[in-house]
């Protein structure tokens, strides 16, 4: 079939598949089988090289006033466990450069134990990504719940010599989805301060300032809270540089004091924006943290946190070490938010960081929504706007990332060394389709990253029109196809591609494709509107000018009586199709005007 076809799915909920399957060959080798399930040949259980876990019992000492553990001491265990594990890889210290965004999902009362499990997902140049899972433990019931999930970055540093870490080796699927994914989402960190300036450039943030009742609301500076503290050595490393744990614990002291004055309660700490920490402070720096209740939504509030650092003798030379934005809410007896006052801001910046507090709630909410959530609870397409576009390409391109990650795909048949393999779980019947072809990589990406190539290989695509050049790496079009079946009108698509060059060596090139929606571009009465959810190509460099590409698609219902056509050996429009993209590869692997408008990658 054609390559739209592949990616070109219906609307219609997906739905489990039987086994019809299960008796086709594995393309893993039983030693592969063993690393699934996390076994080693020797029976031996497999364990991470880089994991680092800690385990804590909560005491008196560790609890605020509820009886909970404080989230600045959390942090403070969460940093050091991620700290070792980034140690253990780097051989050498490291120090916390970053913390993505954390949601905090159950408390831990005195008594429970801390859980926390670190490991390297991925190391680049001189920086890592490093997982971690916090849950807690009751040892009376020995029941167990999830806290929060973190994502740090630590930077390795010698005094005398510069870093190059050596790479990770992912081994379970696990591992090798985030091996995949983690650069992505370092891509996603790069761009973060660019995409709030965008926001705010190019968007009016509207508030309500004046239709809010006067009566109820609290004046910003009222919440303000200044605190200095002395960096002592049991503050701070071997090297002598502060724990940013350390640090974080501090801020959100600062910050609790300040939500507080705002509800005149006990505030809980919800979440932690996606912060950068700016530069180092050693033992011997007076850290000034200085906080302000920036927004009061109905039953949340964002606080702001600036942390500087100066020497004995230097007041006036302050270094800016990180700045933070925390959410806190105010929990009643059933633990239900409760109603908050509004908070009156300051003239001038006062007012700037009002509005920027509401861009910001936006931004979180796009990252939680678009980014964390599981694919299979999404929906097809996504409603397209400037404001969204970073989070949707890094969902793209993770979620092509992940289905390739996945260990069991199964051999389903092979026509003169076409492969194509299926992949069978709850939600979806997913496809693969393998060959190598004798086209430079780089040459091959280029050429099938322009979908306005793909009707002169790809019979199903009747047209393709470029809607919007999004930027170098990210393109919107709208696709008119075939129907598969006669008596069924044409389909339309409004399709994002994102494409990557590979990160390191052994990685893909990618080209990830997935629906959305464009005011722009309504269903009309003369197609019938299709979707994709997840969608693309990789392509590996195997050298000798030699490529192998590879088609992955999860398909929908609407796309299955197709796909079991082919995989049942009725139909070998598969194979047909792949082998026109072949040869349309390499009649134009020395053209290199095909795609004038992508080139500049």
């Known amino acids: 079939m054609i390559m739209k076809s592949f990616e070109h799915q219906t609307e219609e909920p997906r739905k489990s598949f039987n086994s019809m399957f299960s ?45 909970e553990l404080s989230v600045g001491q959390l942090l403070k265990w969460i940093d050091t466990t991620a700290c070792l594990s980034a140690e253990r890889h780097a051989g050498c210290p490291c120090v916390t450069a970053s913390m993505d965004d954390i949601y905090f999902e159950h408390t831990i009362s005195v008594g429970q134990v801390v859980n926390i499990k670190a490991k390297v997902n991925r190391a680049f140049n001189s920086s890592m990504e490093v997982g971690i899972q916090v849950a807690s433990e009751d040892l009376c019931s020995e029941k167990q719940w999830s806290v929060c999930k973190a994502l740090a970055t630590f930077v390795a540093h010698r005094e005398l010599s510069k870093v190059k870490l050596k790479q990770t080796t992912p081994r379970t699927e696990e591992e090798k989805t985030e091996h995949s994914v983690a650069a992505e989402r370092r891509r996603m960190r790069l761009v973060y301060a660019d995409t709030i300036k965008d926001l705010l450039a190019n968007f009016t943030i509207k508030d309500d300032l004046e239709s809010r009742d006067c009566s109820n609301m609290v004046p ?7 605190s200095v503290e002395l960096v002592l050595p049991p503050h701070a490393n071997h090297q002598g540089n502060t724990f940013g744990g350390q640090i974080m614990a501090w801020m959100e002291n600062v910050a609790t004091i300040a939500a507080s004055r705002l509800c005149r309660g006990h505030p809980t700490l919800k979440a932690i924006e996606m912060f950068h920490f700016r530069g180092p402070s050693q033992v011997g720096d007076r850290l000034v943290l200085k906080a302000i209740v920036n927004n009061a939504f109905k039953h949340s509030m964002e606080v702001g946190v600036c942390v500087e650092a ?16 925390m959410t806190f809410v105010v929990l009643d007896a059933d633990d239900q938010p409760q109603t908050l006052p509004w908070i009156r801001p300051q003239p001038g910046d006062g007012e700037r960081r009002y509005r920027e507090a509401s861009a910001r709630k936006k931004i979180r909410l796009d990252r939680k929504y678009i980014v964390s959530c599981k694919q299979s609870e ?75 190539q793909r009707p002169e290989w790809d019979k199903h695509y009747r047209s393709v029109e470029l809607v919007q050049q999004v930027d170098e790496d990210d393109v919107i079009y709208h696709v008119i196809s075939s129907t598969l079946h006669s008596d069924a009108k044409p389909q339309d698509f409004v399709i994002l591609a994102s494409r990557r060059r590979p990160c390191d060596h052994g990685d893909p090139y990618v080209i990830a494709l997935r629906s959305v929606t464009l005011p722009t571009h309504r269903e009309t009465p003369d197609y ?26 999860q398909a929908t219902t609407g796309f299955l009586n197709y796909l079991t056509t082919n995989v049942a050996g009725l139909s070998s429009e598969f194979y047909t199709t792949f082998k026109a993209c072949e040869q349309f590869l390499l009649n134009n692997r020395s053209n290199n005007d095909l795609a004038p408008s992508l080139q500049p990658l």
Not at 310 to 325: L, P, T
């Open 378 to 452: 999404m929906p097809l397409s996504v409603p397209w706007d400037p404001s969204n576009q970073v989070y949707l390409s890094y969902n793209n391109v993770s979620s092509l990332k992940m289905l390739v990650a996945k260990d069991n795909w199964t051999l389903s048949s092979e026509i003169n060394q076409v492969r194509l393999y299926i992949l069978e779980d709850d939600k979806f019947l997913s496809f693969h389709v393998e060959m190598v072809v004798h086209v430079e990589a780089a040459q091959a990406f280029q050429l099938l990253s322009d979908l306005r």
């Open 23 to 67: 008796g086709r060959l594995s393309r893993k080798s039983a030693s592969s089988a063993d690393d699934r399930d996390g076994t080693m040949a020797d029976g031996e259980e497999y364990r991470n090289p880089t994991e680092v876990q800690m385990s804590q019992l909560v005491l008196p000492c560790h609890t605020n006033h509820r009886g």
């Open 220 to 226: 910003a500076e009222k919440t303000r809270v200044e």
């Open 310 to 325: 100066y020497r004995q003798g230097d007041e006036h030379q302050r270094r800016h070490i990180n700045s933070a934005f």
């Open 528 to 553: 019938k509107r299709g979707e994709t959810l997840c969608s693309g190509f990789c392509l590996w460099d195997e050298g000798d000018q030699l490529t192998k590409v590879s088609y992955y698609n």
